[in-house]
């Protein structure tokens, strides 16, 4: 008998991660990172509660960290089997994997140097290039809409999930003895309909389990449009202030989501910003590489975007000027008015964006715009609940700047869209809530009741159920 086991993401957003043993066969589905404050990544370091040796294949939905960011460490523990994805999220988990090597082992350095100084025991990294250069080498590329047998009797097809670049809905079907099939169907990060460069999430009518994401289960986002308004006046009153205007955004997916639209802003003639500043090495690759696959946009923003140009996000906002070196990203503090700043960490726990902090925050004529969620424990969460003194680079900071929270460009679906893409299942599956902080996950979990009778459930930490 098939069965499944919760190992992540469970009552929380980040660290998907969900064991499935069929046919004598063990396949992991997401191999994500915890995310948010000091003590809620300690449990990245964790043992494993399986033997990563013992499986024969790995399937990721998509390339952000929550999803994929341990594939290193699975693999230095003894993981030798394939790894599965969409040929997109393959180059981005790339780029992704190299990134979070080079932090753990420079984070690593920094924290050593004080334990040296202390008498402390001092720490490994989580793990270093040579362990993600091995997962790199057992990925294997696959199409959306091609089954795939990936163990014995357990074949996974992708589907268009319309939340970044290479995202996908997993389908899992297991075939066991007596020609009986059991489908799984594991969301990922849905998308909302609409979402700028990327074509709307795939609606699928079978399934007997269905894990869901739920990080926005407890409310739809405000209209695009709205959103792209209050964005414009935002902006229109930085420029009148004098100030600049920083946006701590994910290198992968809202970055480039704001490029677009800044970029319809400038081809209207309505931005007013003399330079907008991508300050962050990985999104600037991260963009080189949405360029690359422009074929997977929607037709209509593939037609839009290439009336301005060749086609890229380069050529659709001009102003556009891309800040690879540490040099280039220090020069930018000599700019106090007129600019937009785009850096990384999206939560603000770390990267370029806590430096524009220590140069801005304090300044009540700069702005500051949160286009997405801002998980418990990190710098982001904080300032959105009002903290008024902000520790960042061994300094206190005074939060004197102006503060905008836009849901809008959540790349996640709201409730609406989540109850929607579920009802499209012609007989009711089982459902289980997962990516969601728990009070979230039951008020989605009430309004599937409600709206189409399902009793969806929240499972537990290790909860092992059966197909």
């Not at 494993?48 to 024969?56: K, T, V």
């Not at 100030?243 to 701590?248: A, D, K, M, T």
């Not at 990267?351 to 220590?358: A, D, E, L, S, T």
């Amino acid at each position: 008998m098939a069965s499944l086991t919760f190992h992540g993401a469970v009552r929380q957003v980040t660290g998907s991660c969900y064991l499935l043993e069929a046919n004598g066969d063990q396949v992991l589905i997401e191999c994500g990172m915890t995310q948010g404050g000091k003590r809620d990544e300690l449990h990245n370091r964790n043992r494993f509660p399986f033997d990563p040796a013992a499986l024969s294949a790995v399937v990721i939905s998509h390339a952000h960290l929550d999803h994929s960011g341990l594939l290193p460490k699975l693999v230095a523990e003894g993981f030798s089997g394939s790894i599965y994805l969409t040929p997109a999220s393959t180059d981005l988990l790339g780029l992704m994997l190299k990134d979070a090597a080079g932090l753990q082992e420079r984070d690593t350095e920094w924290e050593n140097r004080w334990r040296q100084r202390a008498g402390k025991p001092l720490l490994e990294p989580l793990y270093v290039q040579a362990d993600t250069d091995a997962a790199l080498e057992l990925c294997k590329p696959t199409d959306y809409q091609q089954p795939t047998m990936i163990a014995r009797g357990i074949e996974v097809c992708f589907h268009e999930a319309g939340h970044i670049l290479g995202s996908a809905i997993v389908e899992i079907s297991v075939h066991e003895e007596g020609e009986r099939t059991r489908r799984l169907v594991f969301s990922g990060d849905l998308g909302g309909l609409d979402a700028p460069l990327l074509r709307d999430p795939a609606f699928l009518e079978q399934a007997d389990l269905v894990l869901m994401e739920s990080t926005y289960g407890d409310r739809d986002h405000r209209n695009k449009q709205e959103t792209l308004t209050e964005l414009q006046a935002i902006l229109e009153r930085a420029w009148k202030d004098g100030g600049n205007v920083l946006i701590p955004s994910f290198a992968v997916g809202r970055t480039q989501d704001l490029l677009y639209y800044l970029g319809k802003f400038y081809q209207a003639g309505l931005l007013k910003q003399h330079t907008v500043f991508l300050d962050s090495p990985m999104a600037i690759a991260a963009t080189r590489i949405y360029d690359r696959y422009h074929h997977q946009f929607s037709e209509e923003d593939q037609a839009l975007i290439k009336g301005s140009g060749k086609g890229t996000l380069r050529d659709w906002l001009p102003i556009l000027k891309c800040t690879q070196t540490p040099d280039e990203s220090m020069a930018i503090n000599k700019v106090t008015s007129g600019a937009i700043i785009i850096a990384g960490a999206g939560m603000c726990n770390g990267g370029r964006i806590v430096h524009h902090f220590k140069h801005n925050l304090w300044r009540k004529n700069c702005h500051v715009i949160f286009p997405g969620f801002q998980a418990k424990g990190t710098v982001g969460r904080r300032l959105v609940d009002g903290e008024k003194q902000i520790r960042v680079v061994h300094q206190s900071l005074a939060v004197n700047a102006q503060l905008h929270t836009l849901g809008g460009f959540s790349a996640h679906a709201g409730q609406s869209d989540l109850i929607g893409w579920l009802k499209h299942f012609t007989s009711a599956p089982e459902v289980y809530l997962v990516h969601g902080e728990e009070e979230k996950s039951q008020i989605l979990a009430a309004a599937i009741k409600e709206q189409l009778g399902i009793q969806a459930r929240l499972p537990e930490q290790g909860q092992k159920i059966t197909l």
